[in-house]
């Protein structure tokens, strides 16, 4: 600690402000003796002497943590720093803490031979340097401050002898930098192999109890969830990287299951050097980010209970991870591919965007400015120490104001330059003092508040925005200028805590506020500070549209469109979902096609990725058809598959309108030269996969077309040559399901399966069932037979059709009564009935089960029930006429005589015990029952147990959807004892009373279900 070069008289006391202290500048208070006090009396704390004091106390911690940030940034993402720079804030006590003793070296790829320890700026103004070698100067104009994974690449134990060394100069780093954790890129992966499914498994399980806590775990990070995935990116000298963790993830208020992490540049490698795409200092980040996740889990699965114990920290946890690479590396396994490419340069506008400080330039680039280095002196300070602000240049004049309120003296002029950043908004007391120099007092007030704000929103972004909006109202009562700018800054503090949502309102009441005032536009201002709240996030795309037309208005419909287009493009860079309203906005806007320049390229790109695209019409395709094409001259390899993701969005409902999009998007396709790329024609034809897919993708978005769609067939027919000429086939139901008319029922669209057929494609053998049933009787009754009796010729279709229409009976005496999906769609009966080839393959059906009814045997109770069922839905559907002796055949079979043959062929062909108590005294009953006996037996079924068994049977044939008798009711069963007591006397085996018992039933059931067929079939077939 310095000095104190002054003490100020207040209220009986003296005090000072210690510049020096750390963490943060404190007041010193002594007492008229002169004793130091170790607390400030309440009674001066609202004194203007103190509060002066307080603020500069404030304004210096900030500064401070500002300093300490951004050097800690440079070196976790390996940006370059001019050493003009570190010079020229070295004089500066706060700079120099955070910057003494920290690593650096010239900015060079391979230059970690000349890393050293900064301990001062030499008289010829070279950095004085220590490494582990011994003292030298950098005399670099550009250096870096290494990340530690740079110094020990492989955790070998380098970085400890860069501590030795710091404890040799028995100082200490302000940065996290030789401390901080160093996470090491194994050389291969764990041995996985499923690279898709198995990513990074070390952090699998550190589960949170809430998807809310969750979430504010990861913002802090950067995370964002999308589904059932938080993404992350970690930036690194330019390039960006994006990770990914796998979640499940069910809402803020249910718990989270966290499972694998994948990096994106290392998704689908294995093996040796399979994570070599990822940068060191890269995954060093990463990892850190996902291991501080792990480490605040609260573990609601995995408590006293859990399956499997979880590492006590992120720490263990990644060392069994490594162990497990390392374990897989010693086997020799086969070196990944493709091989990691080397990253090369980023260019400049990406190390800006990123943080970085390029060497100053007489005339910096669009969208740069320079960086100057202004000094401010102070009675606090000793001597030799003075004020360093880095500030652009255009924001000198507001930082001289803004150090005179706080009691400094600044040194005037227009600052030392020292290299050049990306051009970014000022902050809020700069914005303040330079539209209102006099309300710098005012602002510097609401600092306080702004920091309580900024201290709660990450936890509880509304609470935060809401609490800041009230106590700025009072303390700009009698400034009403400021509110504005208050309000913009606390809609920065809550979009910067992670909710872009929260920000909103504080963003919409300033706007309000400004609109109170009634001062005059600056359309120059409002376009900038909508481009920054656009980057956050605080902006709606509604309010998008009502600014331009509000500049419109004020303006000129030129200067309107260009701004919104401005704003578009800077929303397509912050990642945010997209909103096809900017692509419609900006044709309508142009009135014609739009101009392929740069900003209508890239804007077009992103929508593109973004599938934004996807719901636009075909007028605003139109539109951007220029660009596009060159779109597609400079980028194929990225634009042609964004493209083949996305369709033109019919305008209208009806299937008329659908099919017109339908056509023109084909037309549209050609006119761009994309689908001669998918149909093979030319020299450089799509993938045949991608092909497929986009095909799907084509008949899945224009599900309601009908057919035909003007040039669909010879796209069909083209791809189906290629199909064929590669040996591949097509899933029929890819892009060609439908809707049934039940929850959940997915059938195929028989018309588009007929266009597959007739097109020469290859069709593949559907797999399985259930879902992949085709729904065909739903199909005729609303379409008719056509497109069935032409599937009948695809042999992968035929097989298919047949059985659907078949319904076998179930291989169980106990179940009954199961209808025909004919039964539901009468017309559909009608309309088969009618179509000449599928009456004659029902005809020879029926024909079939007639012959097995014949035939008796212990299957003789199946065949009649499937005889019922597939006779019932022409019966009601009044034309069972074609099929009449069917009909008769079901209407005239004798009950008692199916229950007979059932019965006896069945017990005939058991394994009845002999000798035992319950063995039975002589033949089983059961084996001698006759048609005569099983006609006595039925006969005096009484009506109780009649009624129990054809329970279903007194509802509509459509309502009756068969069941299982439950023969373990206590009631039943004492009604069938009775039965076997009084004519099956001495029927001791357990099996045949089992099946005596369902055939029964069963046969009841099919007595009545018999019953009701005779009426409607009387004058059918005589």
């Not at 009986?12 to 009396?41: F, H, M, Q, S, W």
């Not at 042609?640 to 009806?654: E, N």
Request: glycine share 8%; charged share 25%; with cysteine.
């Amino acid at each position: 600690m310095g000095d104190q070069k002054s003490w100020t008289p207040v209220g009986g006391y003296e005090v000072t402000l210690d510049v020096y202290a750390e963490p943060v500048p404190r007041i010193r208070c002594r007492n008229a003796a002169g004793r130091e006090l170790k607390k400030l009396p309440p009674a001066l704390k609202k004194q203007a002497a103190v509060l002066e004091l307080a603020a500069l106390g404030d304004w210096l911690a900030d500064h401070a943590a500002d300093a300490r940030t951004r050097v800690e940034t440079w070196m976790a993402r390996s940006l370059p720093v001019p050493a003009a720079l570190i010079r020229a804030v070295w004089s500066d006590p706060y700079w120099q803490r955070a910057l003494r003793y920290a690593v650096v070296a010239p900015y060079r790829a391979g230059e970690m031979s000349r890393a050293g320890l900064l301990i001062g700026i030499g008289p010829d103004h070279t950095l004085r340097v220590a490494s582990p070698e011994g003292e030298f100067t950098l005399t670099d104009t550009v250096l870096t401050f290494p990340h530690p994974v740079l110094l020990d690449p492989r955790g070998t134990g380098r970085l400890d002898r860069w501590l030795d060394l710091l404890d040799t100069f028995g100082g200490e780093q302000h940065i996290e930098q030789l401390h901080r954790t160093v996470w090491v890129r194994p050389d291969a992966t764990p041995g996985h192999r499923e690279p898709r499914r198995h990513g990074i498994a070390a952090f699998r399980n550190g589960d949170y109890s809430n998807g809310a806590r969750f979430e504010r775990v990861i913002t802090p990070h950067g995370g964002r969830i999308s589904g059932e995935t938080a993404h992350f990116r970690v930036p690194v000298a330019g390039h960006t990287y994006d990770m990914r963790l796998d979640l499940r993830y069910q809402g803020p208020e249910s718990p989270v299951s966290v499972n694998h992490c994948f990096w994106d540049d290392a998704r689908e490698r294995t093996g040796l050097g399979a994570y070599d795409t990822v940068p060191r200092v890269a995954w060093s980040e990463g990892i850190r980010m996902l291991a501080d996740v792990y480490d605040q889990h609260d573990d609601p699965y995995n408590g006293p209970h859990a399956r499997t114990p979880l590492p006590a920290d992120a720490t263990a946890a990644y060392q069994e991870f490594l162990v497990a690479c390392a374990a897989y590396a010693a086997t020799g396994p086969e070196p990944a591919e493709p091989a990691a490419r080397p990253v090369g340069p980023a260019p400049d506008e990406a190390l800006l965007r990123q943080g970085a400080v390029l060497p100053a330039k007489d005339a910096p680039d669009d969208g740069q400015e320079p960086l100057t280095a202004r000094c401010h002196d102070g009675e606090p300070f000793d001597e030799g120490h003075r004020l360093v602000r880095l500030v652009p240049a255009r924001a000198g004049h507001a930082e001289d104001v803004v150090a005179r309120a706080l009691g400094l003296t600044p040194e005037g002029g227009e600052g030392t330059p020292v290299g050049r950043v990306r051009k970014e908004p000022l902050g809020f007391l700069a914005r303040v003092c330079v539209a209102h120099p006099a309300l710098a007092r005012d602002a510097m007030a609401l600092l306080t508040p702004l920091r309580a704000c900024a201290a709660l929103a990450p936890a509880k972004p509304g609470r935060a925005g809401d609490q800041f909006a009230r106590t700025a109202a009072k303390a700009t009562a009698h400034c009403p200028a400021l509110l504005p700018h208050a309000l913009d800054e606390a809609a920065r503090i809550v979009a910067g805590a992670g909710s872009a949502t929260a920000a909103r309102p504080l963003f919409t009441a300033a706007r309000a506020a400004e609109r109170k005032l009634g001062a005059p536009v600056d359309e120059e201002a409002r376009q900038a500070l909508l481009a920054e709240f656009v980057s956050l996030g605080a902006v709606t795309v509604k309010e998008l549209t009502a600014r331009r037309r509000e500049v419109a208005a004020r303006t000129s419909a030129e200067r309107a469109v260009a701004g919104y287009r401005s704003l578009v493009r800077t929303w397509c860079r912050t990642g945010r979902d997209l909103s096809d309203t900017f692509a419609a906005e900006l044709a309508r806007g142009a009135g014609r096609t739009l101009p392929a320049d740069d900003e209508h390229t890239e804007i077009l790109a992103a929508l593109l990725r973004g599938g934004a695209m996807d719901t636009c019409a075909p007028a605003v395709w139109d539109a951007w058809q220029p660009v596009l094409r060159r779109l597609l001259a400079e980028d194929p390899e990225t634009a042609v598959p964004a493209l083949l993701k996305t369709v033109s969005a019919p305008r209208g409902k009806t299937a008329a309108a659908v099919s017109r999009t339908a056509a023109s998007w084909l037309t549209y396709l050609e006119d761009v030269g994309v689908l001669h790329r998918l149909t093979g024609v030319g020299d450089e034809p799509l993938p045949l996969d991608d092909t497929h897919r986009w095909l799907t993708l084509f008949l899945h978005r224009y599900a309601g077309m009908e057919l035909p769609v003007a040039g669909l067939d010879a796209v069909l027919a083209a791809i189906a040559g290629r199909t064929r000429d590669a040996g591949r086939t097509r899933d029929p139901w890819e892009g060609a399901r439908r809707r049934g008319s039940a929850v959940g029922h997915v059938g195929l669209r028989l018309d588009l399966a007929v266009l597959m057929v007739r097109a020469g494609m290859p069709l593949a053998e559907p797999p399985g069932t259930g879902w992949r049933r085709m729904h065909l009787v739903e199909w005729m009754a609303a379409h008719g037979t056509d497109e069935v009796v032409a599937l009948l010729d695809a042999p992968v279709l035929r097989e298919r059709i047949l059985n659907e229409l078949t319904l076998r009976a179930r291989e169980d005496l106990h179940f009954a009564g199961a209808r025909h999906e004919l039964v539901l769609f009468p017309e559909a009966a009608v309309r088969l009935a009618a179509c000449a080839p599928l009456r004659e393959w029902a005809t020879a059906l029926l024909a079939e089960q007639v012959r097995r009814l014949a035939e008796g045997g212990g299957d003789m109770l199946l065949a009649f029930q499937e005889l019922l069922q597939h006779v019932e839905p022409f019966v009601h559907a009044g034309v069972g006429e074609p099929f009449a002796v069917a009909v008769r055949t079901a209407l005239d079979t004798d009950p008692a005589r199916v229950l007979a043959q059932t019965l006896a062929t069945r017990c005939a062909n058991t394994a009845h015990p002999a000798g035992g108590d319950e063995s039975p005294a002589g033949p089983c009953p059961v084996g001698g029952l006759t048609t005569e006996r099983a006609g006595g037996l039925l006969a005096s079924v009484g009506e109780e147990l009649r009624a129990l068994c054809a329970a279903d049977f007194d509802k509509a044939p459509a309502g009756r959807t068969g069941r299982y008798l439950k023969l373990d009711q206590p009631r039943l069963q004492e009604l069938l004892e009775a039965l076997i007591a009084q004519h099956l006397p001495g029927l001791a085996d357990p099996w045949c009373r089992q099946r005596f018992a369902g055939a029964l039933t069963s046969v009841v059931a099919c007595e009545v279900w018999q019953r009701s067929l005779r009426t409607p079939a009387r004058d059918l077939v005589g």
